[in-house]
């Protein structure tokens, strides 16, 4: 599609559902929700083309016989299994369960799992790496906030640190919370409006 | 002919070129009288005779003729004869053949033309002797001084270009110094092999039959001089001659080039300057220079063109030798103007010129013979033989530790270096192993610890946000619709499976019915795997739910389902796995279901915080119309972003948990058992080893920091 | 049409018309001077440093669908995504970009291609080079590890909606040797990378790439706008937060 063309109908569209939500009336209205039902059902085909890309892939790692094309050749395999016996079976079959019982929940908790060690592992090189002020304090804070999570094992709960934590968790981090999220908004408008004037076309070319 | 050739340089010029290309020099001589300038001489009215016998013509001769002949049918003067020292057979002569040879040769018409016509006469005063008539353009020239002095752009190197057998016009005039020059060999010979009547009746004019060695300048055939002292750059050099490229120039340069000598410095710092090198140099000399400089000129000398005899010529010997032993020609009376240009000073000249003797001698050019000329290009450019360096390179220590390095570099430019090995394991890999290994342990042993050692939450200092949630959901009727949207990644399922287990299980201990929907792929098996869960912990077969799957869009989804979740999720999964399954909608609770405010509760279990404001933000303010609660049940990274939402007036969250500690406090204050207190033991233990590694780990690396900046402020301090 | 309807249109007017005006009134004033952020100086050594080396990068554009919030971060980081292709498309080895969506990944291989285009060497580009590597964040994240170890990567970079498990990825390029640019939106995410990453993008400074990787004085113009807002809701927080302790409540 020509680039005028699309970045036509995707300022005029992204104009439209602006206006529909801010102005919830009569044909503004319901042309906002045929136009988000649409954006639903590409959402839907965009996981679908999310998937082939994935196939591809992997498909040409196993052609090219690329480093770990074994483990390509393994995930071709475990998608048409799940295919098969989730479209046979249906989604929430017990053959299906099986499947996501067995394989996906217990790996994806195994990365879970290795992220624990993994974040300790970069608290404790934080002050290697970068020894400032600021790291002490984020070592810091953690650490507060680990001890007043849960009682000590063998120790039993510690009130003063219960309080600590509740306060830190409570105003500090709310707080930041709060302004990098009005931060990252007002990042997200600005993305918007580069995209409703057309200064930023990242489709179509 | 094609190209004339410079008197000064010998190089090819087109022909209609008057000044050289190359050294500036003029090919075509000027002629004193303006209004005869492109009047070609008339060979005819010539009044010098010409007696030349055929067999004893010189090729010069021809190439005369034949120039004359080119300059009288384009117009213009004749040149300079060629003066190509190594012209042995002249090019015409090779274009021409059947008029070179002796027998075929003709002599140039304003030769012959002379020769026929002369008769031999009185010398009169400023005429050649033998002259019967003065060409026209010589008559016309009897006053050149005065002519000279109207025509200030003759220069005097074009008045020395004329040839020299001009000269010969000086024989009728005493030449009032110095001795006459010897005459030119190839002069004599011809002399020698023309006897004095054949002159006459070949009416060869007196002028030429004039020439003798007492006319001839002094010093005109200074020899030994070698032609690598001449400054001229187009004179050969001795290397050039030595390597045999012009071998023969030495020896066929004329002699009045031999004698033009470049001017010296000092010389030139006198004011002295040749004026023949000046005429070349230059077109807008002054008069009286000019007139000075063509004074000093001494036309008496013959151009050595003239001595140049064809190999042939010279093989046959008699001829020379016959010209050799032929008695001098007799000098021609020169006409007035012709006497007036000759310059009468130039053995004074040379006389007062100090160590002229010592500059070289010209070798070619109109200036052969002449010592002191100036050379055609600026004397500060000295022509000399190139030095010739060592071929051994004097390198110094610095550029040869320079070069040693570049070799280092190219050398290894091209060669592949090994990779370095990476240790099989590191000491990065150490640290990650002692941490999960004493992760592990920790909380194995924990595990294997049939008592609980870790009280669980005290409900007394329970938190308000729990206890609200445990409230809201405590007032659940039976058989309300509740929807519940299982909103986490499968690998959170391990936190959040204990954290709302509890919350779940006491939804379905009220009755409720349970709408599950979830805007994550995988989360309606999230949800079907928690119904697993309370049916195998409770051992019951718990049916009143609707399983309906996927909001595709995200929270655009999510918002169409939240005005419309009938049309959002029309599909009940348990349907597609058995048709015989009735469907949700089906079911009386979710009949009256027209949007999400319809629902008693809406229960949304995330580990995201984004999706948890996307639920607050498109589902609360419909549930906010009909005053409808929503509670969540997050990870404990979540709460940081939910608690503002539960603080907030109205309160867009009416209660929530986060986290396994959330969970086990929720458990508590319910009184009921749960992951959350199988977990706590484990879970409290992994968190004391986290914090003693954190604690260790970040002292050890606060030691190593410190150490490090302590020994490179020391080495510092050191340098 | 509700209040905060209109005061939500009143907002996004006001921050339209300084984009404008910055972007159009304004531009012939003196360019302004940004404050350093020591992302992108590394940024911009490593690109070349990878051009000279013949190693690609990687730049990751996160897992948040275009049709959610967190899409504007996706979103931020194809314009990164942009203008690093377009400095290293004289490179040996073509970047690399990683998607956890299938929108992000269309968009990815767009960008990629109008960049080569730009440059003059579409016949460069390779569709392959915009991959999605996983559907959900952990399969997305362990799509992207053995890219980062195996395909010779020199510096990664993160810019867009990255949770907790990024740190799984810094892991991979740590080991590989490759240093890491982390920036996201996501709040968990921001204090993983704050100490797992060599350089962060706090908040809001992932959306500042365009600005400081001159991508157009139309982002300039938005970075302009979004630091006069912020410096205006400031005031107004503490101008609200004056008249609550006081007893008015201009909210309600």
Redesign the interface.
């Known amino acids: 599609m020509r680039t005028p063309l699309s970045a036509a109908v995707a300022i005029i569209v992204g104009l439209l559902i602006l206006a529909g939500y801010f102005f919830p009336f009569g044909p503004l209205l319901s042309l906002k929700n045929t136009l988000i039902q649409w954006a639903m059902i590409l959402a839907g085909f965009a996981l679908l083309v999310g998937v082939v890309n994935l196939i591809k892939v992997h498909w040409i790692k196993i052609r090219k016989r690329s480093p770990g094309s074994i483990y390509s050749l393994i995930l071709i395999i475990s998608l048409a299994v799940t295919i098969v016996v989730a479209g046979y079976f249906g989604p929430v079959a017990s053959s299906s369960l099986w499947i996501f019982n067995n394989v996906q929940v217990p790996v994806e908790t195994s990365l879970l799992a290795l992220l624990s060690v993994l974040l300790i592992y970069v608290v404790v090189r934080l002050l290697r790496r970068r020894p400032d002020s600021i790291s002490i304090l984020f070592i810091a804070t953690v650490f507060l906030v680990l001890l007043g999570t849960a009682p000590l094992f063998f120790i039993g709960e510690v009130r003063v640190l219960t309080v600590i934590r509740n306060f830190i968790v409570q105003v500090p981090a709310v707080a930041g919370a709060r302004g990098i999220l009005l931060g990252v908004a007002l990042g997200a408008i600005a993305t918007g409006i580069r995209i409703l004037t057309g200064a930023d076309r990242p489709y179509g070319g | 002919m094609s190209e004339v050739r410079c008197p000064m340089c010998g190089k090819a010029n087109p022909p209609e070129t008057e000044v050289c290309q190359f050294c500036q020099a003029r090919i075509t001589p000027l002629v004193l009288n303006s209004t005869s300038d492109d009047v070609p001489p008339n060979p005819q009215e010539s009044s010098v005779p010409v007696h030349i016998a055929e067999s004893e013509k010189p090729d010069w001769l021809d190439d005369l003729r034949q120039d004359d002949e080119a300059a009288a049918e384009e117009g213009e003067e004749s040149g300079m004869p060629e003066t190509n020292a190594s012209d042995e057979g002249s090019p015409h002569e090779e274009e021409h053949p059947e008029e070179a040879g002796e027998e075929g040769r003709e002599i140039p018409d304003w030769l012959a033309g002379l020769g026929a016509e002369e008769k031999p006469t009185e010398p009169e005063e400023g005429k050649v002797s033998g002259e019967e008539e003065i060409p026209g353009w010589l008559a016309e020239q009897e006053e050149p001084s005065e002519e000279l002095a109207a025509t200030p752009q003759e220069t005097p190197f074009e008045e020395a270009a004329l040839p020299e057998w001009f000269s010969a016009q000086e024989s009728e005039e005493p030449e009032p110094e110095g001795e006459p020059a010897p005459l030119p060999d190839w002069l004599a010979e011809e002399e020698a092999g023309i006897p004095e009547e054949a002159q006459q009746e070949e009416g060869l004019p007196d002028w030429l039959t004039a020439f003798t060695a007492a006319e001839a300048l002094e010093g005109v055939q200074p020899e030994g001089v070698s032609p690598a002292e001449s400054e001229i750059p187009f004179l050969p050099h001795e290397d050039s001659v030595e390597a045999g490229t012009g071998e023969g120039i030495e020896e066929g340069t004329p002699d009045w080039l031999k004698e033009l000598e470049p001017a010296s410095l000092e010389d030139q710092a006198e004011g002295v300057t040749p004026a023949l090198i000046v005429g070349a140099l230059t077109q807008e000399t002054p008069v009286e220079e000019a007139q000075e400089a063509f004074d000093i000129v001494d036309l008496s000398e013959l151009p050595d063109w003239f001595t140049e005899v064809s190999a042939a010529e010279k093989a046959e010997g008699a001829q020379p030798e016959a010209v050799e032993e032929e008695p001098a020609l007799v000098s021609a009376e020169l006409p007035e103007w012709l006497e007036a240009m000759r310059p009468v000073q130039a053995e004074t000249l040379q006389a007062t010129i100090e160590g002229e003797e010592l500059t070289p001698e010209e070798k070619m050019g109109p200036l052969v013979g002449m010592r002191g000329a100036l050379p055609s290009q600026p004397s500060a450019i000295h022509y000399r033989k190139p030095p010739s360096y060592s071929a051994k390179l004097q390198v110094s220590e610095t550029q040869q530790a320079h070069i040693a390095l570049l070799e280092e570099l190219l050398s290894t430019e091209g060669a592949a270096r090994a990779l370095p090995q990476k240790a099989a394991i590191s000491s990065?890999d150490v640290?990650?192993l002692v941490?999960?290994g004493v992760?592990l342990l920790t909380v194995l042993l924990?595990l294997l610890i049939a008592e609980p050692?870790?009280?669980m939450?005290?409900p007394q200092?329970i938190?308000p946000e729990i206890m609200d949630l445990s409230e809201i959901i405590s007032g659940v009727q039976f058989d309300a619709p509740v929807l519940v949207a299982f909103d986490y990644?499968?690998?959170?399922?391990?936190e959040m499976d204990a954290a709302a287990g509890a919350v779940i299980e006491d939804l379905v201990d009220q009755g409720a019915y349970l709408t599950l929907v979830s805007t994550?792929?995988?989360g309606?098996?999230l949800a079907?795997?928690a119904v697993?869960m309370i049916n195998q912990a409770q051992d019951l077969e718990y049916t009143s739910y609707a399983?309906l799957?996927y909001i595709?869009?995200?929270?655009?989804?999510l918002?169409?389902f939240a005005?419309n979740p009938h049309t959002?999720s029309p599909i009940d999964?348990?349907t597609?796995?058995?048709p015989s399954h009735v469907s949700g909608w089906s079911e009386p609770a979710l009949s009256g279901v027209t949007d999400v405010s319809d629902f008693a509760l809406v229960v949304v279990l995330t580990e995201?915080?984004?999706t948890a404001?996307?639920w607050i933000e498109q589902v609360w303010p419909l549930l906010a119309e009909k005053n409808k609660p929503l509670v969540m049940v997050t990870s404990?990274?979540?709460?940081?972003?939910v608690?503002?939402y539960y603080e907030s007036d109205p309160k867009q969250v009416g209660g929530f948990s986060s986290?396994?500690?959330g969970g086990a406090a929720y458990e508590s204050l319910v009184g009921t058992g749960g992951l959350s207190g199988q977990y706590?033991?484990a879970?409290?233990?992994g968190?004391?080893a986290?914090?003693v590694?954190?604690?260790l780990?970040?002292l050890?690396?606060?030691g190593?920091?410190s150490t490090s900046?302590h020994k490179s402020s020391k080495g510092e301090d050191v340098k | 049409m509700n209040l905060n309807n209109l005061f939500g249109f009143i907002f996004v007017l006001v921050c339209f018309g300084l984009v404008i005006y910055f972007g159009v009134a304004a531009r012939n004033r003196q360019a302004r001077a940004w404050r350093e952020i020591p992302a992108f100086g590394k940024l911009r050594r490593a690109v070349g440093l990878a051009v000279e080396a013949g190693t690609r990068l990687h730049i990751s554009i996160g897992r948040g669908a275009i049709n959610s919030p967190q899409g504007a971060s996706g979103l931020a980081g194809t314009v990164l995504l942009e203008r690093l292709a377009r400095a290293a498309s004289i490179g040996d080895r073509p970047p690399i970009a990683t998607s956890g969506d299938g929108s992000l990944g269309i968009l990815s291989q767009d960008t990629l291609r109008s960049a080569y285009r730009v440059m003059g060497v579409e016949n460069q580009y390779d569709p392959n080079s915009g991959r999605v590597a996983g559907l959900t964040p952990f399969s997305f994240t362990a799509g992207t590890m053995p890219i980062i170890r195996d395909e010779q990567v020199s510096i990664s970079v993160l810019a867009g909606n990255f949770g907790s498990e990024a740190v799984l990825m810094t892991d991979a390029a740590e080991r590989s040797g490759s240093p890491t640019i982390g920036g996201t939106d996501n709040l968990s995410g921001q204090a993983v990378l704050y100490a797992a990453a060599d350089e962060t993008l706090i908040g809001e400074e992932v959306f500042a790439g365009g600005a400081y990787l001159g991508a157009g004085p139309m982002h300039e113009a938005s970075l302009t706008m979004q630091d006069f807002v912020r410096a205006l809701i400031v005031l107004l927080m503490i101008i609200a937060s004056a008249l609550n302790l006081i007893g008015i409540d201009i909210i309600k």
């Not at chain 2, 990644?489 to 391990?494: C, D, R």
């Not at chain 2, 595709?552 to 989804?557: K, L």
């Not at chain 2, 404990?636 to 972003?641: F, G, I, K, L, P």
């Open positions: 990065r640290i990650r941490i999960a992760l924990a050692r870790t009280s939450p005290d200092f938190s990644e499968p690998g959170f399922s391990g994550h792929p995988s309606p098996l079907e795997r697993q399983n799957g595709p869009g995200g929270m655009t989804g918002a169409a005005s959002a999964l348990a597609v796995s058995d995201d915080a984004d404001r996307g404990a990274q979540t709460e940081a972003v608690r503002p986290g396994l500690a706590w033991d879970f409290s233990a968190l004391l986290t914090e590694l954190i604690l780990g970040s050890v690396s606060l190593v920091v900046s």
